[in-house]
Each structure stands twice: as structure tokens, then as C-alpha cells.
């Protein structure tokens, strides 16, 4: 079957750093993708990964190593918006997003 | 430009009624997404269109329907609610299948007694 793993919730602290690790195992790979999503709200699209490596946007980058079934996000300099749910979701070989429960991050002053 | 909108926004159902939920995007796109979301749980396909007059099942397709009569509109139908279809409902659209963003609306909470 097809399965999604990332933690359920993290915990950081305002200016900190912290990485959110995903791993996957999907029939076929099209893609995979991290949203953010604040409670109550719609998610939003963050990053999009094909190719093995790290894409940098701003304050949040997003690795992936293709061969491992392994991505990361790592966000910098956390602030207190920054506290939301964060879904990696991956393109399977029909295109369709199988997503993962989402990461709760928590961030304390 | 309001992009994905959805009506309603809440509801409430009484087990056996039916309820159509709304879904427009103003951005041209062809591909849309119906998904259900439930605590502790991933995003769930429930249908897809990926063109005016086309549907498709998705993972957990059971209870629900579809209609794509115009480009800018899907509908997902309940027949007969029942209190395990009590969920979020958020509907998706994108350009195209690689499309790198799929575009969400705001979701639509539905309670099912």
C-alpha cells in the first residue's frame, strides 16, 4: 500500500530552527509537495521537489533524496506564525496527491 | 479574483438527509478536487474531474457524487448522510495534472447527526 510517515507534532522556539522529516513509500513518484496549513484554514502550498536535493525558498527549504523515500522542511529563524500544520504530500505514477496526517508545530516565546 | 470558493462554509445534517456542497474557481483551471479531511488522518481523495463534463473516483468514493456540468463548477452530492461522512470537505484545483500547486478553498464543515 501506499503510506505517508511524518511526526504528529513538534514543539520550537521563536528564532530557532527546527526539520520536519517525511518518508514515503507510493506507487510511483511524480513529485512531492509541503503545504502549510493554519488551523480552521485552507492549506497553502510551500515547496515542490522533483529532483534529488535541497530547494531553498526564504525562511523554509525543502530536501529530497529520491532513493531513500526521504524529505525534509526545514524552516529558520521561527516565528510565531510559523505555528501551523504542515502536510508533505506525494504524486503517485496516476498523479494523484496521497498525503500525510500533517506535522503539528507548536512554537514557544 | 477569489479564486477557489466554497458554499456553504457549515453544516449541519440530520442522518438520511441529502446536501449538495458547492465548489467554483475563477482561475481557468481544468483539474478539480473534492477531499475530505478527519483528525489524525491525511487528506482524502473523493473525486476528481479533470475536465467540464468528466469525473472520476478517488480513494474513499463511496456515498458520495459528482457532477462537472461547467468548467468553473463541481458539485459533491450526499444522497443519504450518515454520521460517519461528519468530516471537512475541501475541493482543489489545478492547471493541469503536473501542475506544481493545487489551489484550496476555504472548507466546508459538515456534521452529520
Known amino acids: 500500500g501506499q503510506n505517508i510517515d511524518q511526526p504528529t507534532e513538534m514543539t520550537a522556539t521563536e528564532g530557532a530552527i527546527v526539520q520536519i522529516n517525511c518518508t514515503y513509500q507510493t506507487s510511483g513518484f511524480n513529485g512531492l509537495f509541503w503545504y502549510q496549513q493554519h488551523a480552521g484554514e485552507a492549506p497553502t502550498f510551500l515547496s515542490y521537489?522533483?529532483l534529488d536535493g535541497l530547494e531553498e525558498k526564504g525562511r523554509f527549504s525543502s530536501f529530497l533524496s529520491r532513493s531513500k523515500g526521504y524529505s525534509y522542511l526545514l524552516l529558520k529563524e521561527l516565528q510565531m506564525k510559523d505555528s501551523a500544520s504542515y502536510l508533505c504530500a506525494v504524486m503517485d505514477s496516476n498523479y494523484q496527491l496521497i498525503w500525510g496526517a500533517g506535522t503539528k508545530l507548536i512554537i514557544k516565546p | 479574483n477569489a479564486g477557489v470558493t466554497q458554499t456553504p462554509k457549515f453544516r449541519v445534517l440530520k442522518t438520511g438527509q441529502s446536501m449538495t456542497l458547492l465548489c467554483a474557481q475563477d482561475m481557468n483551471h481544468e483539474y478539480m478536487y473534492w477531499y475530505r479531511q478527519d483528525p489524525g488522518m491525511g487528506l482524502r481523495l473523493i473525486h476528481y474531474?479533470?475536465?467540464?463534463?468528466?469525473?472520476a473516483k478517488g480513494e474513499v468514493p463511496d456515498g458520495y457524487n459528482v457532477s462537472r456540468l461547467k468548467k468553473q463548477n463541481f458539485l459533491l452530492g450526499l444522497e443519504s448522510a450518515a454520521p460517519s461522512q461528519t468530516s471537512v470537505y475541501f475541493c482543489?484545483?489545478?492547471?493541469?495534472?503536473?501542475?506544481?500547486?493545487?489551489?484550496f478553498g476555504p472548507g466546508t464543515r459538515l456534521l452529520v447527526l
Open positions: 521537489n522533483v
Open positions: 482543489a484545483s489545478t492547471p493541469g495534472l503536473a501542475s506544481e500547486t493545487q489551489y
Open positions: 474531474s479533470v475536465g467540464e463534463g468528466t469525473t
